[in-house]
């Protein structure tokens, strides 16, 4: 549907003016003699731009604007007439009128605000849809699983997220601290102000200072221009400082100073600078050991373990892993399907899988199998270290050999697997469907296994 205009005007000869004027351009117009008419026409269907005279009999059209921001406030409103005056712009502009006109106009004119007005209008509702996304994505729906840990932790967001105070969230790498951290945020007071987030294990040492603080031009060999720090960045909003654990000693009191003064000093500045910034931090690494090995100072341990978060691996929620791999597989999938993405033997080896790289492991392995061209997961479908798990839980391995140093890896198990086919159809007696039930797999993708191989004649 194109772009709908409502002319609104007791003037015939403007109304049949305007709306010449605007179908040139490709616009659809509507028209209406009265205020009244007008508000049956948005009752009955949406506009994207109203253009209203002030002075007309009954209601006006001041009264006009009000209504349709109380009823619709995404559509815009040009407002015009021939007895312009200060205040009725200043009043229509404090109700919401896009802009004010004053008759008579050129038609240039005319043009111009009819396509900055939808312009700004198409802008506001893009950033409403951003800010939606965002918060659907970062609220507690970023955050997959039911399991009790998964709504202990749910919980303890929904209490610190309101909080000022800063958060220390540990876990295992690949658990989804900075989805946590991004739910803080999202569901705190700063939810409209920057989320910064910033990896201290993956910047170096030397550069480190610069990264969070900013610098002055010339204070250093390099630093051509003033830079804004992270901390400057994430003013009025939240600071993630992930790996915190990497954060060298000489910069972990300077990062001190902020948390306590609430104030910092780019490099080569001479002016402190106040900082409205939460902290949230994280690090897979036991930051009490390294306090008492002393590489990491206690001071700035207490001021950021205000609060602690302790992540879960997923080795201790497993029963979360058919919703992680449903939510994956439609992420990955180009076409996705209702129903479950997994086959029952596929997930019983899933589960007994402790998964070192957690939720990030996961996620590569429902990544492979739809760029693979798979719809589910299947046993065949799953990589080696998880099928080993099959094999530790009593299943005869004596014909798991490692393949001989300089063997082609894919050639030797694509002749596992046609190995393993072959004996499957050879236990069913040739019964295809038969074949497909031993092996856990579905009949479509024992087919579609067979005919990679050349083995799915009739």
């Keep these: 549907m194109g772009i709908r205009i409502l002319v609104v005007d007791d003037e015939l000869s403007m109304r049949e003016f305007l709306a010449i004027l605007l179908e040139r351009e490709g616009y659809a117009v509507d028209q209406a003699e009265s205020a009244e008419a007008a508000l049956a026409l948005l009752n009955a269907g949406s506009y994207d731009l109203v253009i209203s005279d002030v002075k007309m009999p009954g209601l006006d059209g001041i009264t006009l604007l009000e209504r349709i921001k109380e009823g619709t406030p995404e559509t815009a409103v040009l407002m015009m007439t021939a007895f312009s005056t200060a205040e009725q712009a200043v009043e229509a502009m404090k109700l919401g009128a896009y802009d004010y006109i004053a008759k008579p106009f050129k038609v240039e004119e005319i043009k111009i605000l009819v396509r900055n007005a939808l312009e700004k209008r198409d802008l506001k509702r893009e950033n409403q849809r951003l800010r939606q996304e965002v918060q659907e994505r970062f609220s507690f729906s970023g955050l997959i699983g039911k399991s009790k840990k998964m709504r202990d932790l749910y919980g303890l967001i929904e209490k610190v997220a309101p909080s000022m105070a800063n958060i220390l969230i540990l876990g295992e790498s690949g658990t989804g601290k900075e989805l946590v951290a991004r739910a803080i945020h999202y569901n705190s007071p ?198 080993g798990t099959q094999l530790q839980s009593g299943a005869s391995c004596d014909e798991f050999v490692i393949p001989p140093e300089g063997m082609d890896l894919e050639g030797y198990l694509d002749g596992i697997e046609k190995k393993i086919l072959l004996q499957a159809l050879d236990r069913s007696g040739g019964v295809k469907k038969k074949a497909a039930e031993l092996l856990g797999l579905t009949f479509r993708s024992f087919r579609y296994r067979l005919a990679k191989f050349g083995m799915d004649e009739e």
């Design 190 to 387: 700063r939810k409209n102000k920057p989320f910064v987030a910033v990896n201290c294990g993956a910047i170096p040492e030397t550069l480190m200072e610069s990264e969070l603080f900013g610098h002055k031009k010339g204070s250093f060999t390099g630093a051509i221009g003033d830079r804004a720090g992270l901390f400057e960045q994430a003013e009025g909003g939240t600071l993630f400082l992930d790996e915190i654990g990497e954060v060298p000693l000489q910069l972990q009191a300077k990062l001190l100073r902020v948390l306590q003064e609430k104030e910092f000093r780019r490099i080569g500045g001479i002016a402190d600078q106040k900082a409205d910034v939460r902290i949230v931090a994280a690090s897979n690494r036991n930051l009490e050991e390294q306090v008492r090995e002393n590489s990491f100072r206690e001071d700035l341990f207490y001021r950021l373990n205000v609060v602690q978060l302790q992540m879960p691996p997923l080795r201790e929620r497993s029963d979360d892993i058919p919703l992680l791999v449903n939510h994956f597989f439609r992420k990955y999938l180009p076409t996705p399907h209702d129903g479950e993405f997994v086959t029952p033997a596929a997930l019983k080896l899933l589960m007994s899988y402790a998964f070192p790289g957690n939720v990030r492991e996961l996620e590569n392995l429902v990544e492979r199998c739809a760029v693979l061209g798979n719809h589910e997961i299947d046993v065949a479908c799953l990589p080696s270290q998880v099928r």
